[in-house]
């Protein structure tokens, strides 16, 4: 067991911000089990590369003998967003939230322990059911609308003169009253997070409670090397994406851009960060290799990494054809090649492929088709191809 | 019965705004008795003549044969200001809180019709204290934050820097949710209601009600010439102050400014406008007078009316002596001056008694006391006297 100073030094790698970290040293000092608080949205449960950062750091908790208490928000999801703005906020069913939640845990245990002693899952409606219109009357009371009006979000909108609905002042204070009901030793989240969660603290000290301590990871930029990473804007890399195949992870971490290597390693691996600096500096190209091999054993197999790479060398490198792809029934024909192009979900019009066609991206069985008004029969299986990476098998 | 016309020709006296005017016109049209909202905050349960100019619009709905609805908005007051901002709002408990709302209701009687055919009392715990979390997350998601500080009290101290807590936003949503849960027709308030009353009007409309129509009555001065008449600026008048004595209608009235007498008779009388303007060029103080008297004859009787006149004529105007006043038992002595004033609660200190013994407004049994080292023994009955309207009798 590290001790104490060793054990923030190992946090320190992926956390931006430990407020306050006497506090922190002192519950880690105490010998309790601590209580990790993580907050879930069942609107949004695909878990990316971007959450397992904070995630990484909870697991750190887990080794060391703390438990992960996740906080499923059901409560606020049954009402989505009711001012109807924010089509990011549906209004989910009962159903739905628990599949979302189901989901949830699965892909976050590739990455946390899941033993009762290690990960406790609440759903907050079990106190926020139960509130009463005087309770929120004095929750709200806590905190004035300039206090509100600091948090980044809300500053920006304000600011531009864009509409800040007043249920959305409610939610960082049901947030953080989650913390007072689970009693959270540590709440975990991303920088975005900072000011929700230390409304979960003020709250807690509000109560008599002993605080929470708020640690946030830096938030990982997503695949386009430039915003954060998220489902929503495309860029990202789910935690129980395949190893490899045209969304594999080896080919989406093989297509970084080289810039965001070392917060990748950083946030991603435990490597120390000379042993980072010097494979970037030697061949970016291998640092990716070995990167995608690493988050590959780790949330799936050291046996799909050796197969995601066999593969992608075999496709990529040398341009071959992949043992595995979907396959198509298009019937014999004959068909234009644009069409086929979209009736194998390659392209999305046939415009796109009329493109892609005059750019030389199309090959059949390995040969590049360039006459966009050949007409082709499907007789027997045939390998179409867009790009390097992406492959469909047509059958008659 | 009036027409539509002559109805709305009579409210238009001492309604600043009616909006819409047209819907009112429709909904008198229809033939159906109006539920006319007036909101009553239990913590203030004090009835002034401020309250009264509203409180008379409603009184000439019931005359024309609508239904007071009179909401006790016990709810919040159970909660108080829980930010301890606002000294104004304490914390009560139920028992106060039926104590005042009896109060209130036994000194608008004084105004209103109180049959159960004319007048419904409702509290609005009723409907607040079964509202959930959910409903209220709906409810907020109504307004926007803008929308809240665009309301003059909230502008200025958010422009000011001074803080708003959040549950202060609640509360113009709650009072509008009673217009919903009551099906208000009209809702009555003093034109610094405007905002909050207009909230219940849009929140019937999202409700798919009839929205009900706001009418707001111009905010009566109070007797010192310049604030809005309140309790806790001590410039009112209250509808159940005495009729005559040192703090009786008859001496407070006869105190305004005559710069008031328009705005006291217009709002506070029937009279034509043109005869008020008459009454106050020919004599302010014959205006005031009058003035006085009706207010007395409708408040408690024509009979107490007489009497006041009678007593003001004979104390302050002749000098003389009331009839009826305090008696406090203090002993023979011998007392210093100063300290019998005190011990009758004339004055607030002994040095306060030296300073009115030095101006000459202090007299024993009608003689002047300028002798402020003079002891006096109290064998028998004895006037003090303070200025023109403040009698004690003392014994011994």
Known sequence: MPTIDEQVALLARRCERIVPEADLRRKLASGRPLRIKLGMDPTAPDVT???????????????????????????????GDPSGQNATRPMLSGEQIDANAKTYVEQVGRILMTDPDHLEVRYNSEWLGTMTMLDIIRLTSRKTVSQMLQRDTFKERFEKGSEIHLHEFLYPLLQGWDSVKIDADVEMGGSDQLFNNLVGRELQQDEGREPQVVIVTPLLVGTDGTMKMSKSKGNYIGVADPPSGP???????MSLPDALLESYWTLLS?????????KIAASPRDAKVELARRIISWLHS????DAAEA????????????????QVAVGTGPHRLAALLAK?????????GL???REGAVRVDNVKATDEKAELRIE????????????????P
Chains 1, 2 share one sequence.
């Open 302 to 305: 050291p046996q799909a990494a």
């Open 355 to 357: 493109r892609k066609i």
């Open 247 to 253: 969304n594999g992870m080896f080919g989406k971490i």
């Open 380 to 395: 027997k299986p045939t390998v179409l191809q867009l790009g390097n990476r992406k492959f469909v098998r047509l059958v």
């Open 270 to 278: 435990d490597e120390p960060k000379e042993s980072i600096a010097r």
């Open 49 to 79: 590369l971007g959450h397992a950062v904070p995630l990484r750091v909870v697991r750190q908790f887990q080794d060391w003998g703390h438990k992960a208490v996740l906080i499923i928000g059901d409560y606020t999801a049954r009402v």
């Open 344 to 352: 194998a979900g390659l392209t999305a019009s046939n415009s796109e």
């Open 311 to 326: 593969e992608f060398t075999k496709v990529v490198v040398k341009g071959g054809v992949p043992d595995e792809m979907p």
